[in-house]
Every structure is written in C-alpha cells, then in structure tokens.
C-alpha cells in the first residue's frame, strides 16, 4: 500500500501542479506544496521500504503482469531517488525563479520521481519497462525546458536515443518472455540452461541487446551520444538529477536483467561479458578524456557522468561479489558527488551568469563556502582517500583482480586509475583557479558588480553543503552501506 | 435455428437499404438513418459475437435457395463476429467524429448521397467479413470499391478528384485481377462457395493437378487484394486518398477499407486453399517480405513528409506492412496477430485522423506538422487523443500499438526462419514510427511565440468520438487477452 502511496501521489501532485493555472501567481505556495511533496515522497519510500511486501497491479495478458515488490536492490536505488530529489528540488526553489515556466518544472519534476519510485519497485521485467519508458517522457520536459533551439535539439536526441536503446532492450524481453515466460525478478535468475537448449547464442545476443539498450541511460558506449548534450541543456537542479540519479535507472535496469532475469552464471564468460567490460571501460576512459577536453563547466560534469556511471557498468560486468559490492557503492557515491557538483555549477550560474570553466577564475573570493563543498564532492570523485569515491574504487580495483576474467580483469584497475588522474584534472583546476587566481589577477569583474562574498541563497548552498559533506562522510563510515551492498552480493552472486 | 443466427444476414440488409432510401430523402435525416443503422449493426454483430461465444461453433446460413455450386452463403463465427463488431465501433466513432466536417465539405443537396456512400460501405464491409462465397465476395468488392470512391472525391475539391481517380484506377485492377482469379478458380474446381472449393482445391492437390493454373490463381488474387489494400509496393494511392478526403472518410478509408480487404485474403488463403499449395508457391513467404519493406518504406515516406494527413497515411503503408508480415509468418499466432492489428491499427488510426482535425481547426487550418506548433494549447483534448494515437503507434506499453508488437513478436518464435527479421524489422520500424510520431507530438506542445488565442473547443460529437476512441485504445491494451483468445477460437473455426 505504501509504495503504491510513494509511485503515486507524486504523480498525482505533478499533474495537479500542471493543470491549476492560477498558482504562477502565488509562488509561496508552489513551491512549499512542491518541497512538501518532496520531503513527503522521502518519508512515504522509506517507510515503504520498511514495510517491505508486494502488490500485483494489473493482468496485462494471462502471463504478463504488472506488479510492485519491494526488495534490496530497489530499496536502496529508491531511498537514494527520493533523497537526491529532495535536496535537487530544494534547490531549484531558488534556482528557478531566475527562469520561466516554473510551474511546468515543478510538475513534471513531480511526476519523474514517482515513475522512477515505480521503476525501483517494479516486481517483474515487464512493470519496469513500462515505468522505464515512461520516465523517459515524463523526463523529456525537463530536459526541454529552455525551449531554445538548442534545448529543442538536445530533447530529440534524448528522445531518439532513448528510445531506440528501450527498443534495443524490448527485443530482448520479447525473447526472454518467450523462453521462461516467468519474468519476475528472482535473486540469481531465472533462465534454466534447459529453457534455452539450443537457444544459448540467441540468449546471449539478446542479453547484450538489453545491456546496451538499457545502457543508452547510463551513457555506455557506444549509445552515450545524448548524454553530454542533453544534460547541460536543463536547468541545474534538472541536470543534477538527471545526471546523479536518472542514469541510474540505466544501472538498476541491467542489474535487473543481468542478475534477477538471466542469472550472472549463463553469461560468465561468455563473449557478453567480455564486450561488457570493454564497452564499460571504453566509456569510462573516453568519458574521463572528453571531460577533460570540455571547456564548458556544465558540459565537463556531464562527460564526468558518462565516465563515472561506466565504473559501475565495469563493477557489474565483472560478475564479482567485490566489485558488486564496489558498482552498488559507487551508485550512491556518484549520484551524491554529481548532484554536488551540479548543483554548485546552478548555483554558479545564477549568481555569476558564468558557464566556461576559464571564466571560474577567482570564484573563491565570491562563494567561499560553495567552492569548499565543491572540493570535498572533487575530492571525492577522484578518488582520494578518506573521502567516497575512494572505498568504491578500492573494491572495484579488487574486485577485478580477483574475478578471474584473464587480461581484461588486470587493464580494469589500470583505466580506473588513469581515469582518476583525468578526473583530477578535469575537476581540480575549478577550485584551484578559484582559490588561487594567480598574482595577475585583479578581480576587476567581482568588485564592480558587487559580487565579492555573495554566497549562494541558503535554499542553494544548503543542499551543496549537505551533499558536499556527505561524500565525504559516506567515505569515513561506509560500514552500513558495505554491508547492505556484501548482502545483495551475496543472494544474487 | 436461433433467431440470433439471422443478423449477420439482417444487418448486411439494413446497411443496404438504409442506403437505398437515404437517397430520397434530406441529408440530415439521411445521416441520421445513417448513424442508427450503424448503431443497429453494431448491436447485431455484438449479439452474433455472443452467440458464437457460447454455442462455441460458427454456422453457415443460406441466402436465397441455389445450391452449390453457386448460392449465397454467408458464415458466421467467433472471428467474424468480432471483427464486424469492431468495424462497427469504428466506423461509428469516425462518423460521429467527422460529422461537422462533412457538413462543412460535403455540399448541402448531395449530403444525403455522403451518408449513401457510407450505407454502402458498411454493408459491404459487413458481407466481406461474413461471405462464405467467392463470388459475393466479388460483389461486395466491387460496391466497396465504388463506395470508396464516392467518399473520396464528394468533398468536390482538386486534389482529392484526382486522389479519387487514381483510387478508382488501383481499385479496379485489384478487382479485375481479384475477378481472374475468381473465374481461374472456378474454371478449375466448378466450385464458388468456400467449404466444397477448399475440398476441390485439396483434390487438385493431392493428385497433383493444375499446379501452374493454382499457382496463377493464388497470385493473382493474393496481388489482386494486395493492391487493393495498399500493400507497398502498390501503396502510391494510399497518401492522397487518405490525406484529402473528409475527416470521417479518411478514418473510415484508412481504419477500414484496407481492411476488409485484408480480411478476405486471410479467409481465401486459410478457407479455400490447401496448404501445399501455400508452401509451393511462397505466398506467404512474398507476403511477408513485401509486408517487411512496407514497414520499413511507409516509415521512411512518413519521416520525408511535411503535411500531418500525408504522414498519417504513409504511416498506414507501414501499419498494412505489419499486418502482411504477421500473415506471411504463417502460423495461427502470426495470423492471431495480424487480426489483432487490424483492429487496433483502426481503432488508432481513425483516432489519428479525427484529432488531427481539431488540431487544424485550432491552427487556422494549416495542416504541415511546424503550423500545428502549440495546438496542443490552442485545442486540448484533440491533442491529448493524437498523443495516445502516437504512441500506440509507436507501442508504449498499457496502448493497443504494445499488445500487436507483443504478440507480433512472439508469434515469430514459432517460426525460426522468420525470427530474426521479424524481430530486427520490428525494432526498426518502431524506432522509426517513433521518429516522425514524437516529432509531431513535441511540435504539439512546444510553445509558440505568438499569443495563443483562447483555447479552442470542437463540437461535442468530436470530442466525444476522439473520447471513446482513447477508450478504445486503452481496452484494447489493457484487456487484450479476451480478444486475442476470441481470435484464436474464431481462427480454429476457420479451418
């Protein structure tokens, strides 16, 4: 009951944002019924995480249906959802009232994390694709928003990309629907070698369909084409979740398939995992030296997500309990630091109207505290020690070595670290033009507008401090969070 | 005998005579006689449904008192009924949307003979699904034919004259060789009505006899309804007929018309011939391939196209291609989905072509999809129901465009030489129905500089055919099952 609660009363909100016309004058209101829902849909997933239990929705067709179940992987991808939206949404409380059509965010931004609440949920492989396809609409006018030619362009190769990597995925669960009729998601899988006798290469091509189709969300290569286009476009907040959590889905979209539906022992490997792993690792170097290329502030982060979302992809194609442990980890990790990191580059832009990273110089003397929460989330990412990044990386690198997948499992570690220098050359130059300008400097541009000191509103800097510190934090005591990944691990490996 | 038993004869018969008498009288009442006739119809063909249901077994029911070889005979059975029940919604639905326009493009003394013309075809539709005879089959194809005519080119305008000519030309070389084929047949079995022609044909079969003359036979009548149901390569009148005529035309032209056609080749091909015939000759086989390049051609026209009719009807070549590639897999899963999708292609593509009016109407008549920028504003509702359209189009699941791909694509594992292309041509068919149908949808809702005026409203009657359309959809997405099993029965009646 409660996680219907929590897939449908944001949705229900969002529309009702959508269709009242007369809130635009009231802005107090908006946006205290949109925090409201916001911190409401974070209470309602957590205690319907709690609650535990399952609901079957609809009967599609006498094989097909549509149902809620609540288990670990979709708790943990829910709770992290709902938070991130949260400290997102109240973030773009402030942010949008520097843009137009709020009320329109604020209802489809409503509505994205109720639908995603239900992909999280989904008992069966069926449900999630349903609630995947219509996150991808539903998230469509957020990316949309600035409805500029560019935004415009940016929203159709969103949509394109997406739709061709769900159809990519949808041959797949035709095939697989076909073979084991039964798509409920089970621990392990469900494929038996003796459904698919004689069948075996169709299964694994199939597999590798739904891992790239369903990998267009996570920005694998070679569909990751939309992600450093569509993701600048949107406003801040939008980006932060689009980036942080979002392609996210992607993640829990192949886990789903690769260890709750075939089971990871049919594609051990196999020549799937092989690709897998090269793919991921591929995405992840290219990513990492796109970013680093990129001038753009907004566009560099999203070059950033591209690669850091593929150490999770990486994680999981090693079919390893270390490195699931390390991909699940690094999920939260990443979706933290992104949002921080985000979130900083919105609250940059509103005050400064400053988007290319040459333009940064001196940022120090504007938003101190900002550009601190800043460096803790860079910190992070990269991979320094006590901070996040480093405990998922740590088990990644381990959980390679030790998978047993031959020369690939030895290069993994190697690109993760050669990706971890370029993400500290990509993300540290901010904060250290920030802080130190340099003696030619003269902060001509800060003083005459008045900008020296001009910290974030609190409704901005407040989440990037939040999120700032929790990368660090989650790094000193990942404890909880290892075990809860080491138990996945161990029911699903 | 069950009094239930005579209705599909009784409402061939009234289609018919409320035609004969709508041309003597005005054409409000014309139209009115029209809408309940169809009404009446559609109750009848639902009784006949229920009847078959529950007594489990189809009948065959004599017209007039001649004998084999000759008679008319029409048979009624679960699939029949089904399927002329949901001719009836549809067709209802579209004359009750397009009602205004009519009377806007339809010149006021010859309205009556629109409501004719739409009498016409009813019953012709009716008799297509329920004939049991080859050669009632032939004349009904000939009165669908003309009727199809007379609603194209009644909205007396330039373009849609010569969409009616050109329709008229294809049209009669798909009956003239629908015609060679009968009289082929004839010559060589002495039979014309289905149940003793399909014992003959097996005869000819099993001894080996005529196999070239068969041969001639199954190709011309398989091109023959082909042409007439806008099979690509044969689809060049489809685009204008469809994008010209009057609203409630286009729905039924599109929704229907092809259809019927369809339908008689399914029940020719698993009614009169043998099977050994159908593996000797590859028609399946050709169906298939050209159903495959229609998918891919219609989508990649549609794509090319600027003006929003023009696209909805190219996107019917690709729709017609997915029904052809289900009945070329050959299997009674393959068939179960191609019926499936001709009736859920209808129900969506008179939607399609219902709401794409209101959204003219709200953008100043302009029909290229860039002046229907901010229609979705400018008149809600229409958008709302060209939305669902689109996406059942391109097969969003909980949309009846899902459950066709669904069992499109299941059906195909049955049949390992067809698997592969089946399954790649419906992923790219659909990534690229997607292309075209979301571009629209997004021009939609994207707003325009210059102010929108207030909001647009349709008559009641639009609003309430575009409502029940979407119903439509949903009920075909959401409880597909009865309706796939009721095909399946009716498909093991068949034979």
Not at chain 1, 179 to 190: D, E, K, P, R, Y
Not at chain 2, 159 to 173: F, T
């Given at each position: 009951?409660?996680?219907?609660l929590?897939?449908?009363?944001?949705?229900?909100?969002?529309?009702l944002?959508?269709?009242?016309?007369?809130?635009?004058?009231?802005?107090?209101?908006l946006?205290?019924?949109?925090?409201?829902?916001?911190?409401?849909?974070?209470?309602?997933?957590?205690?319907?995480?709690?609650?535990?239990?399952?609901?079957?929705?609809?009967?599609?067709?006498?094989?097909?249906?549509?149902?809620?179940?609540?288990?670990?992987?979709?708790?943990?991808?829910?709770?992290?959802t709902?938070?991130?939206?949260?400290?997102?949404?109240?973030?773009?409380?402030?942010?949008?009232?520097?843009?137009?059509?709020?009320?329109?965010?604020?209802?489809?931004?409503?509505?994205?994390?109720?639908?995603?609440?239900?992909?999280?949920?989904?008992?069966?492989?069926?449900?999630?694709?349903?609630?995947?396809?219509?996150?991808?609409?539903?998230?469509?006018?957020?990316?949309?928003?600035?409805?500029?030619?560019?935004?415009?362009?940016?929203?159709?190769?969103?949509?394109?990309?997406?739709?061709?990597?769900?159809?990519?995925?949808?041959?797949?669960?035709?095939?697989?629907?076909?073979?084991?009729?039964?798509?409920?998601?089970?621990?392990?899988?469900?494929?038996?070698?003796?459904m698919?006798?004689?069948?075996?290469?169709?299964?694994?091509?199939?597999?590798?369909?739904?891992?790239?189709?369903?990998?267009?969300?996570?920005?694998?290569?070679?569909?990751?084409?939309?992600?450093?286009?569509?993701?600048?476009?949107?406003?801040?907040?939008?980006s932060?979740?689009?980036?942080?959590?979002?392609?996210?889905?992607?993640?829990?979209?192949?886990?789903?398939?690769?260890?709750?539906?075939?089971?990871?022992?049919?594609?051990?490997?196999?020549?799937?995992?092989?690709?897998?792993?090269?793919?991921?690792l591929?995405?992840?170097?290219?990513?990492?030296?796109?970013?680093?290329?990129?001038?753009?502030?907004?566009?560099?982060?999203?070059?950033?997500?591209?690669?850091?979302?593929?150490?999770?992809?990486?994680?999981?194609s090693?079919?390893?309990?270390?490195?699931?442990?390390?991909?699940?980890?690094?999920?939260?990790?990443?979706?933290?630091?992104?949002?921080?990191?985000?979130?900083?580059?919105?609250?940059?832009?509103?005050?400064?109207?400053?988007?290319?990273?040459?333009?940064?110089?001196?940022?120090?003397r504007?938003?101190?505290?900002?550009?601190?929460?800043?460096t803790?989330?860079a910190?992070?990412?990269?991979?320094?020690?006590?901070?996040?990044?480093?405990?998922?990386?740590?088990?990644?690198?381990?959980?390679?070595?030790?998978?047993?997948?031959?020369?690939?499992?030895?290069?993994?570690?190697?690109?993760?670290?050669?990706s971890?220098?370029?993400?500290?050359?990509?993300?540290?130059?901010?904060?250290?033009?920030?802080?130190?300008p340099?003696?030619?400097?003269?902060?001509?541009?800060?003083?005459?507008?008045?900008?020296?000191?001009?910290?974030?509103?609190?409704?901005?800097?407040?989440?990037?401090?939040?999120?700032?510190?929790?990368?660090?934090?989650?790094?000193?005591?990942?404890?909880?969070?290892?075990?809860?990944?080491?138990?996945?691990?161990?029911?699903?490996? | 005998?069950?009094?239930?038993?005579?209705?599909?004869?009784?409402?061939?018969?009234?289609?018919?005579?409320?035609?004969?008498?709508?041309?003597?009288?005005?054409?409000?009442?014309?139209?009115?006689?029209?809408?309940?006739?169809?009404?009446?119809?559609?109750?009848?063909?639902?009784?006949?449904?229920?009847?078959?249901?529950k007594?489990?077994?189809?009948?065959?029911?004599?017209?007039?008192?001649?004998?084999?070889?000759?008679?008319?005979?029409?048979?009624?059975g679960?699939?029949?009924?089904?399927?002329?029940?949901?001719?009836?919604?549809?067709?209802?639905?579209?004359?009750?949307?397009?009602?205004?326009?009519?009377?806007?493009?339809?010149?006021?003394?010859?309205?009556?003979?629109?409501?004719?013309?739409?009498?016409?075809?009813?019953?012709?539709?009716?008799?297509?699904?329920?004939?049991?005879?080859?050669?009632?089959?032939?004349?009904?194809?000939?009165?669908?034919?003309?009727?199809?005519?007379?609603?194209?080119?009644?909205?007396?305008?330039?373009?849609?004259?010569?969409?009616?000519?050109?329709?008229?030309?294809?049209?009669?070389?798909?009956?003239?060789?629908?015609?060679?084929?009968?009289?082929?047949?004839?010559?060589?079995?002495?039979?014309?009505?289905?149940?003793?022609?399909?014992?003959?044909?097996?005869?000819?079969?099993?001894?080996?006899?005529?196999?070239?003359?068969?041969?001639?036979?199954?190709a011309?009548?398989?091109?023959?309804?082909?042409?007439?149901?806008?099979?690509?390569?044969f689809?060049?009148?489809?685009?204008?007929t469809?994008?010209?005529?009057?609203?409630?035309?286009?729905?039924?032209?599109?929704?229907?018309?092809?259809?019927?056609?369809?339908?008689?080749?399914?029940?020719?091909?698993?009614?009169?011939?043998?099977?050994?015939?159908?593996?000797?000759?590859?028609?399946?086989?050709?169906?298939?391939?050209?159903?495959?390049?229609?998918?891919?051609?219609?989508?990649?026209h549609?794509?090319?196209?600027?003006?929003?009719?023009?696209?909805?009807?190219?996107?019917?070549?690709?729709?017609?291609?997915?029904?052809y590639?289900?009945?070329?897999?050959?299997?009674?899963?393959?068939?179960?989905?191609?019926?499936?999708?001709?009736?859920?292609h209808?129900?969506?593509?008179?939607?399609?072509?219902?709401?794409?009016?209101?959204?003219?109407?709200?953008?100043?008549?302009?029909?290229?999809?860039?002046?229907?920028?901010g229609?979705?504003?400018?008149?809600?509702?229409?958008?709302?129901?060209?939305?669902?359209?689109?996406?059942?189009?391109v097969?969003?699941?909980?949309?009846?465009?899902?459950?066709?791909?669904?069992?499109?694509?299941?059906?195909?594992?049955?049949?390992?030489g067809?698997?592969?292309?089946?399954?790649?041509?419906?992923?790219?068919?659909?990534?690229?129905?997607?292309v075209?149908?979301?571009?629209?949808?997004?021009?939609?809702?994207?707003?325009?500089?210059?102010?929108?005026?207030?909001?647009h409203?349709?008559?009641?009657?639009?609003?309430?055919?575009?409502?029940?359309?979407?119903l439509?959809?949903?009920?075909?997405?959401?409880?597909?099952?009865?309706?796939?099993?009721?095909?399946?029965?009716?498909?093991?009646?068949?034979?």
């Amino acid at each position: 009951m409660l996680m219907l609660l929590a897939v449908f009363v944001p949705i229900l909100a969002g529309v009702l944002v959508l269709a009242l016309k007369n809130l635009k004058e009231n802005r107090g209101v908006l946006t205290g019924c949109f925090t409201a829902v916001l911190a409401a849909e974070a209470v309602l997933v957590i205690l319907a995480v709690m609650g535990g239990g399952s609901v079957t929705l609809w009967k599609l067709t006498d094989t097909i249906t549509l149902g809620l179940k609540i288990d670990k992987v979709g708790s943990l991808f829910a709770v992290l959802t709902s938070v991130m939206w949260l400290l997102a949404g109240i973030h773009s409380t402030s942010y949008m009232k520097h843009e137009h059509d709020e009320q329109r965010f604020y209802g489809f931004y409503l509505i994205v994390v109720g639908v995603l609440a239900g992909l999280d949920f989904s008992a069966d492989l069926i449900t999630m694709y349903v609630f995947y396809e219509m996150m991808t609409l539903t998230s469509l006018p957020l990316v949309l928003h600035e409805l500029t030619k560019e935004a415009i362009h940016a929203g159709l190769k969103y949509l394109f990309y997406s739709v061709a990597g769900a159809f990519l995925a949808l041959f797949g669960i035709f095939f697989l629907a076909n073979v084991c009729g039964n798509l409920q998601f089970t621990a392990g899988g469900v494929v038996t070698p003796d459904m698919i006798a004689g069948k075996e290469g169709l299964l694994l091509f199939a597999v590798f369909a739904m891992i790239v189709g369903f990998g267009t969300k996570a920005g694998m290569f070679p569909l990751h084409g939309w992600l450093p286009t569509a993701h600048p476009v949107a406003p801040a907040p939008a980006s932060a979740v689009l980036s942080g959590v979002i392609t996210k889905a992607g993640v829990i979209a192949i886990i789903r398939v690769v260890y709750f539906i075939v089971g990871p022992v049919m594609i051990r490997g196999t020549w799937v995992q092989y690709a897998w792993m090269v793919l991921a690792l591929l995405t992840v170097f290219m990513g990492s030296m796109l970013a680093y290329r990129e001038k753009v502030m907004k566009k560099r982060f999203a070059y950033s997500t591209v690669s850091q979302v593929s150490y999770v992809l990486f994680g999981l194609s090693l079919l390893e309990p270390t490195a699931f442990v390390g991909a699940l980890c690094h999920v939260v990790f990443h979706s933290v630091i992104k949002d921080a990191l985000f979130l900083f580059a919105g609250a940059v832009i509103v005050r400064t109207g400053w988007t290319r990273i040459e333009q940064l110089r001196g940022l120090g003397r504007i938003m101190p505290k900002a550009l601190a929460f800043y460096t803790l989330a860079a910190l992070a990412l990269i991979g320094i020690p006590p901070a996040s990044g480093f405990v998922s990386k740590w088990y990644l690198a381990t959980g390679s070595l030790a998978s047993g997948t031959g020369a690939l499992g030895f290069i993994g570690p190697v690109i993760l670290l050669i990706s971890a220098l370029l993400t500290a050359g990509y993300l540290l130059p901010i904060m250290i033009q920030g802080y130190f300008p340099g003696q030619d400097f003269d902060g001509q541009e800060i003083k005459e507008r008045g900008l020296e000191g001009k910290e974030p509103e609190p409704a901005m800097l407040v989440p990037i401090g939040i999120l700032g510190i929790a990368s660090l934090l989650l790094g000193c005591f990942p404890g909880p969070l290892i075990a809860f990944a080491r138990s996945v691990a161990e029911m699903v490996l | 005998m069950s009094f239930v038993q005579n209705f599909p004869f009784f409402s061939i018969i009234i289609a018919m005579f409320s035609g004969i008498v709508s041309a003597v009288i005005s054409g409000k009442k014309a139209r009115n006689l029209s809408i309940f006739a169809i009404g009446v119809t559609t109750c009848m063909s639902a009784a006949v449904l229920a009847y078959t249901w529950k007594t489990g077994e189809s009948y065959t029911y004599m017209m007039g008192h001649f004998p084999a070889p000759w008679g008319n005979e029409i048979r009624a059975g679960v699939l029949e009924g089904l399927t002329a029940l949901m001719f009836g919604v549809v067709m209802l639905l579209s004359v009750m949307g397009g009602l205004d326009h009519t009377e806007k493009d339809v010149e006021g003394s010859k309205l009556n003979l629109f409501y004719i013309m739409i009498d016409l075809m009813l019953s012709s539709l009716l008799a297509l699904v329920y004939t049991n005879d080859l050669f009632t089959a032939y004349v009904f194809v000939e009165i669908n034919t003309i009727a199809g005519c007379g609603l194209i080119m009644i909205r007396q305008w330039g373009r849609s004259l010569s969409a009616a000519i050109r329709y008229m030309v294809m049209s009669s070389l798909g009956s003239g060789l629908f015609l060679i084929g009968l009289s082929l047949l004839y010559d060589v079995t002495g039979q014309l009505l289905m149940i003793p022609a399909k014992e003959a044909v097996a005869q000819l079969a099993a001894t080996d006899a005529y196999v070239i003359p068969m041969l001639v036979i199954l190709a011309v009548i398989s091109v023959g309804l082909a042409i007439k149901s806008g099979l690509y390569p044969f689809h060049y009148w489809i685009p204008d007929t469809y994008a010209y005529a009057t609203p409630a035309a286009s729905a039924v032209l599109s929704g229907l018309v092809s259809k019927g056609y369809i339908f008689l080749l399914i029940k020719i091909l698993y009614r009169v011939m043998s099977p050994e015939h159908l593996m000797e000759s590859y028609t399946l086989d050709v169906l298939y391939w050209f159903g495959i390049a229609g998918m891919m051609m219609g989508s990649i026209h549609a794509i090319q196209e600027k003006d929003t009719g023009r696209m909805i009807a190219y996107s019917s070549v690709a729709q017609i291609g997915y029904i052809y590639m289900g009945i070329g897999l050959g299997t009674q899963a393959g068939t179960t989905a191609a019926i499936f999708h001709i009736f859920s292609h209808g129900a969506t593509k008179a939607l399609l072509f219902i709401s794409a009016v209101g959204l003219y109407e709200a953008s100043g008549g302009e029909r290229d999809y860039l002046s229907l920028r901010g229609a979705g504003y400018r008149n809600p509702l229409a958008a709302i129901g060209f939305t669902v359209g689109a996406m059942s189009m391109v097969g969003f699941p909980m949309l009846s465009g899902f459950i066709s791909k669904l069992l499109f694509a299941t059906s195909a594992f049955e049949n390992t030489g067809k698997l592969l292309p089946t399954l790649i041509a419906l992923a790219i068919s659909t990534t690229l129905n997607a292309v075209y149908f979301l571009r629209l949808v997004i021009s939609l809702y994207r707003p325009e500089k210059r102010k929108v005026d207030e909001v647009h409203r349709d008559s009641w009657n639009l609003r309430l055919a575009v409502v029940c359309f979407i119903l439509l959809n949903l009920v075909l997405g959401l409880f597909s099952q009865p309706i796939v099993r009721a095909i399946g029965q009716g498909l093991i009646m068949f034979s």
